[in-house]
């Protein structure tokens, strides 16, 4: 072989083109057989240095060496680039795989209502009270003007625990506390826990929620309470929301009412879930007999007042159209992550 | 209450349509809640002439028959043995909905032979029991015409829900007397005229009241030589359409006459009552008397008895006695019509557990008033159905006369509870129409009105401005949507409950909510005496719950079974006991009611991180989910101490929280004995919080000190220590012994084995170092270690692990 400076300066060159055309193991195992070995190109030309001229010799002898440093270290650098780049394609970010997610928490869809319908009373000016469930037959009833061997008491099927104590058959009873606990002004809701002894089926369950509203001072009126209620109802149900007050009976209040308001799925036109009235009753309301103020020692000749109270679980069934009351309290995860 | 369309129009004239009516009703508080129109109960049901009756070629008890029906002949396969030719029927067509039964008539092949339609029997058409043979019609029934015509005259029935303050509306006088006072219409009430015989009442009947409290007004009549036998098919089909079914003519008036004027009224064999006299008397206790459904029925003191000379003979308002009951034989007849005291009828019905349409009515209050009336209509009936002959006059005992009340009315208080002012006219015109009487008072501003008998629920100006916005109506009083607020600082506090919630949610809990009335055999785990409910509705809610977690237990194991097998619950509920617990209050005597929280962790711990697929909850889980809720209120002297099992058997090697010496939950391992009996085969961990630890001592004033301004060092110590040395003892001495410098200690790691020694443990920890004023040097770093070293080896025993 034919040894000269110019070729030794070649070689680098074509090392230099080699290197960069390596681009996997298999290549870069080719590049070192060609040039790295006993029998490549570099060490075949230092065998060629015995061939050269004693002069030329110890400046070949420089220069192959650099060719040799260079081509080893092209070759390090490369071994190295696609190891990297190997572990790199191993951890490569996938942008479509999921995410690693933590639970969702819900609150129970009757919490939800509850606390949504609480909220805008709170927005209106009203406190919050809670009252015991276990209650006796002074708040739940006596107090509220139902006397007993009335007639009255037939409209709320009632779990007794002993002669007088019982499970509190609708909110009212929070009322009475209240009002014993404090003078007017009062403005409060009373959400909770109630119990009806009504067969289980997919319509009525024995237990129930409700929220009680009770406003008392001076100066209260039935168009305040049919106002309140009124945006009450848009805000929870829609701003679009027709309604309409009927005249009914409970004992506590007088006169008193239910309201009604348009069915929000089928916006009035009539369907089966309001029995194709177009409307839905929602809630019972009225202005507080003089007789529970007599109960509760307020003078009705000084103050009036207006209570209502719904029920939770039947409305929240009708807005998530959910369509059997049990389920609520079957607590299937699979219903309840549908609350989010 | 069931109201005849029909019916009403003999008192009052209507223009409108049924749905107009019902609509106003209902805004005026009677709520109609069904319509029932006989033109679609009975649509395609036509009357039919039997043409051609052959016997079925196939079966021995069927025949073929043609069957006109105005328009063309069917083929029918009939089954029934009283068809013949020549027979008018009813013909249900195909597509029609047999009332009975709701089967859809269809063109159908009976053994080989097509029929297209039915031949209707009295049961299939919801008229009588009578299943055997067809309904033969009279003569001149007209082929072709619609049956609800032909048979109902095209009525419609109002479904009405009456609430109880309305009893005057238990009749249909009593809708249309509503009726005219919405529409300003008169009202037309049947006139009676009686031909009484010669002989007086009195010669042959006699009435005693011996309680006047319970009975105030006792009215007999007496009608003889009548022969019992079917009311006619006029009466028969009133009473049916509303639902009442036909017995005798006798007892079809009585029946007839209740649903017309609201008065209840009791027919009795006069023949059968011992010397012609009525005694109202109470019963004594333990006396027997059995009533027409041929019960025994035992009396105490409260309950009030018709008696004759001689033994009982009807159970007041309630209902009557075997002993003199309208018979086949019955030939002379007395007829009840009474006013007992509301409360004495309800308390007998309610103790007796019979609620007849009389108790009901008389519970809720007749019209004094109407007493004599209604057994005048009655014998008159009675005489035009069955013939008869009348004693003349009636025995009317009133020992204690009910008289129309005076209330006292401002009209001022009209707008002073409505917010609406409503004029004088119009006010004293709503009430006239109502039957009020409204005379002019001394006191300016202030009437007299005299209400009616018929509406015992008006009893104060109150139930008068009650009935006056009834009849203007709700909708023309406006909705005032300002209101003037006086603001109060109560409830100052944002709601506790909430603000739980709210953690929960965020650290990714389903609520739940379950029952809160339970087995029994679910309080047995908590050892907590249970409050029991005394006419439970089931053997599964016997008791109040005295702790949440069985009922959530039930929630896990229903998952379970449905394929969600990790669950992350929480629930916030009431439970109740006879003993006090921490956290309840005593509001009932006796009874013990308080707020818990309770979680619930099983199955994966992630199930939705694909890196953490594997790992599932385990006791260090729960643990940290309690600290954590507790740290986020702020709970700093709670105390971790091992909770005793004995009583309650819920949970397995169970943590208590102790606050302030109390007693405030308790968490662990859900034990394997109560897991199997919710047939539950995985760990399931619990916890059981009182709320009350949170909403009176959680902090909620925020204070903010100073964040440090030099770096903190980290240094690492492990510990051997004996087994029983408790990583809480460990953290105190740390804390004190490296005062001012340890900021923070925290757990790192905690390891076991042969080398260490059998009855040993070491526990890593890991020291957070820092200093207020500078940044701290080696020497003070080394000085301070050495000193904590130093203690835990002098107070614990423990050696530093090199």
Not at chain 1, 199 to 225: K, P, W
Not at chain 2, 181 to 207: D, G
Not at chain 2, 656 to 675: A, N, P, T
């Amino acid at each position: 072989m034919n040894l000269d400076s110019n070729s030794v300066y070649e070689t680098i060159e074509n090392v230099k083109t080699d290197i960069q055309t390596v681009s996997s193991k298999d290549e870069l195992e080719q590049f070192r057989l060609k040039y790295l070995v006993r029998k490549g190109i570099i060490q075949q030309m230092f065998e060629g240095i015995k061939s050269a001229s004693p002069d030329e010799r110890p400046q070949l002898g420089k220069a192959l060496n650099e060719l040799r440093q260079t081509a080893q270290k092209l070759f390090d650098e490369k071994k190295q680039e696609l190891e990297q780049s190997k572990t790199l394609t191993r951890d490569k970010l996938d942008l479509t795989i999921p995410g690693r997610r933590r639970p969702v928490g819900t609150k129970h869809p009757v919490t939800q209502a509850l606390d949504d319908m609480t909220n805008i009373f709170k927005s209106m000016g009203f406190a919050v009270a809670l009252g015991p469930e276990i209650e006796d037959d002074f708040h739940n009833f006596e107090a509220l003007n139902f006397p007993p061997d009335h007639p009255a008491r037939d409209m709320q099927d009632t779990f007794f625990l002993d002669q007088t104590a019982l499970l509190r058959t609708h909110t009212s009873p929070v009322q009475v506390r209240v009002m014993m606990n404090q003078r007017p002004p009062i403005r409060h809701v009373m959400p909770g826990r109630v119990y009806r002894n009504e067969a289980i089926s997919a319509r009525s369950y024995c237990m129930f929620h409700q929220l009680e509203g009770l406003a008392v001072d001076e100066n209260i009126t039935f168009a305040e309470l049919k106002g309140t209620l009124a945006i009450f109802a848009k805000k929870f149900f829609g701003s679009s929301v027709k309604y309409v007050f009927r005249p009914s009976f409970f004992p506590f209040t007088e006169p008193s009412a239910e309201m009604d308001i348009s069915c929000f799925l089928c916006k009035g036109k009539g369907c089966r879930v309001c029995k194709h009235t177009g409307w839905l009753e929602i809630l019972g309301c009225g202005m507080v007999d003089p007789n529970v103020f007599k109960a509760v020692g307020y003078d009705p000749e000084k103050v009036t007042g207006y209570a209502f109270g719904m029920g939770i679980d039947r409305t929240a069934l009708l807005l998530y159209g959910i369509d059997d009351i049990r389920m609520l309290y079957e607590n299937d995860v699979r219903l309840l992550n549908q609350f989010a | 209450m069931n109201i005849s369309f029909n019916w009403l129009q003999d008192y009052i004239t209507i223009h409108e349509s049924p749905e107009e009516i019902a609509g106003r009703l209902t805004m005026a508080g009677l709520e109609v809640e069904a319509i029932r129109s006989t033109r679609e109960t009975y649509a395609n049901f036509v009357v039919g002439k039997v043409r051609d009756v052959r016997q079925h070629p196939n079966a021995d008890r069927l025949t073929v028959c043609d069957v006109y029906d105005g328009k063309q002949t069917h083929t029918v396969v009939c089954g029934a043995p009283n068809v013949a030719t020549g027979q008018k029927i009813v013909f249900a067509r195909v597509g029609s909905v047999v009332p009975a039964n709701g089967m859809h008539v269809k063109e159908v092949e009976i053994r080989g032979q097509k029929s297209a339609g039915m031949i209707c029997s009295e049961y299939e058409l919801d008229l009588g029991e009578d299943h055997e043979g067809i309904l033969v019609l009279s003569d001149d029934a007209e082929p072709g015409k619609q049956f609800s015509e032909y048979y109902w005259n095209g009525d419609v029935v109002f479904e009405i829900g009456i609430t109880p303050n309305r009893p005057d509306c238990l009749s249909h006088i009593g809708v249309a007397r509503d009726i005219a006072a919405l529409y300003k219409r008169p009202l037309r009430i049947p006139k009676i005229k009686l031909s009484e015989s010669r002989k007086p009442v009195k010669s042959a009947l006699t009435i005693d009241i011996q309680d006047k409290e319970h009975c105030p007004r006792y009215v007999g009549r007496l009608i003889e030589g009548v022969t019992i036998g079917e009311s006619p098919d006029w009466m028969q089909r009133r009473l049916k359409m509303i639902g009442v079914r036909p017995i005798n003519a006798v007892v079809d008036v009585t029946n007839y006459v209740m649903m017309e004027y609201g008065q209840p009224l009791h027919a009795f064999d006069f023949d059968l009552i011992h010397n012609g006299k009525i005694v109202v008397r109470l019963a004594n206790d333990g006396e027997k008397f059995v009533t027409l459904d041929e019960k025994e029925r035992t009396l105490t003191k409260n309950n009030l008895l018709i008696c004759d000379a001689k033994q009982p003979v009807a159970l007041a308002g309630v209902m009557g006695g075997m002993n003199s009951e309208i018979n086949n034989e019955t030939t002379s007849v007395l007829i009840e019509s009474a006013y007992f005291a509301p409360s004495s009828v309800r308390h007998t019905s309610r103790q007796l557990g019979l609620v007849t349409e009389s108790s009901y009515r008389f519970e809720r209050g007749v019209d004094p008033s109407r007493t004599a009336e209604a057994a005048d209509r009655a014998v008159q009936l009675i005489q035009q159905l069955t013939g008869g002959t009348m004693y003349r006059g009636r025995v009317d005992a009133y020992p204690k006369k009910i008289k129309p009340i005076n209330i006292p009315f401002r009209n001022k208080q009209v707008e002073r509870v409505l917010g609406i002012a409503i004029p004088a006219s119009s006010v004293k015109s709503i009430l006239k129409r109502l039957g009020v009487e409204v005379k002019e008072s001394k006191k300016k501003g202030e009437w007299r009105c005299v209400v009616p008998t018929y509406r015992p629920d008006i009893e104060r100006e109150i139930d008068l401005v009650e009935e006056i916005v009834r009849v203007y109506g709700f909708d023309n009083v406006p909705a005032q949507e300002t209101a003037a607020i006086r603001f109060t600082a109560d409830d100052v506090r944002p709601g506790i409950h909430e603000r739980i919630r709210e953690w929960f949610v965020g650290a990714g809990y389903n609520e739940v909510v379950c029952n809160s009335m339970v087995p029994g055999t679910w309080n047995i785990f908590t050892g907590k005496p249970a409050v029991t409910v005394n006419n439970p509705q089931n053997q599964d809610m016997t008791d109040l719950r005295t702790s949440l977690i069985p009922g959530m237990l039930q929630v896990v194991g229903h998952n379970m079974n449905r394929g969600n097998h990790s669950l992350r619950l929480y629930e916030i509920g009431h439970i109740f006991s006879h003993d006090p617990f921490p956290g309840s209050k005593n509001y009932i005597q006796n009874y013990h009611e308080g707020e818990t929280i309770a979680i619930m962790l099983t199955g994966a711990r992630n199930p939705e991180d694909w890196s953490l697929k594997d790992a599932t909850y385990d006791f260090y889980d729960l643990k940290g989910e309690v600290e954590s809720l507790e740290s986020k209120f702020n709970l700093d002297k709670i105390e971790y101490n091992i909770y005793n099992t004995n009583s309650n058997t819920l949970i397995d090697e169970a943590v208590g929280i102790e606050f302030k010496g109390i007693s405030r939950g308790y968490f662990g391992k859900v034990s394997k004995e109560v897991l199997k009996s919710f047939d539950i085969e995985v760990d399931v961990y619990a916890a059981e919080i009182d709320l009350e630890l949170f909403s009176e001592f959680s902090h909620v004033e925020k204070k903010y000190s100073e964040v440090p301004k030099y770096p903190p060092v980290h240094r690492d110590l492990a510990f051997i220590l004996d087994e029983k040395v408790t990583y809480h003892e460990l953290d105190q001495i740390v804390r004190e012994s490296g005062q001012p410098l340890v900021d923070n200690v925290s757990f790192f790691d905690i390891y076991r084995d042969d080398k260490i020694g059998n009855d040993k443990k070491s526990i890593a920890i890991s020291l957070e170092m820092l200093s207020k004023e500078k940044t701290l040097t080696q020497p003070e770093i080394e000085e301070t270690l050495s000193r904590i070293v130093k203690a835990v080896e002098k107070n614990l025993g423990g050696v530093l692990r090199s």
